[in-house]
């Protein structure tokens, strides 16, 4: 929700948003149709989802998921 907070305050039009999170089975759920529909001028990227309990092992998957917002 702090996300959210801080997002409704600022123009949004210009922002490219990479959203990530970590869940414990949810993945990323929702939030990305949420995201969209309440800010529909910003532009996003493939979000990451990282189980909580393997967030210490996701080294790699963040490397990667970095490397593909750089492209």
Not at 51 to 56: H, I, P, Q, T
Request: glycine share 8%; charged share 20%.
């Amino acid at each position: 929700m702090v996300v959210f907070s801080w997002l409704d305050r600022v123009e949004t039009d210009c922002f490219t948003i990479h959203p990530f999170c970590t869940h414990e089975g949810s993945g990323i759920g929702n939030s990305m149709t949420i995201l969209k529909q309440n800010y529909p001028n910003a532009h996003f990227t493939r979000g990451l989802a990282v189980r909580g309990s393997r967030a210490n092992k996701a080294d790699k998957e963040i490397h990667d998921w970095l490397h593909l917002m750089s492209d």
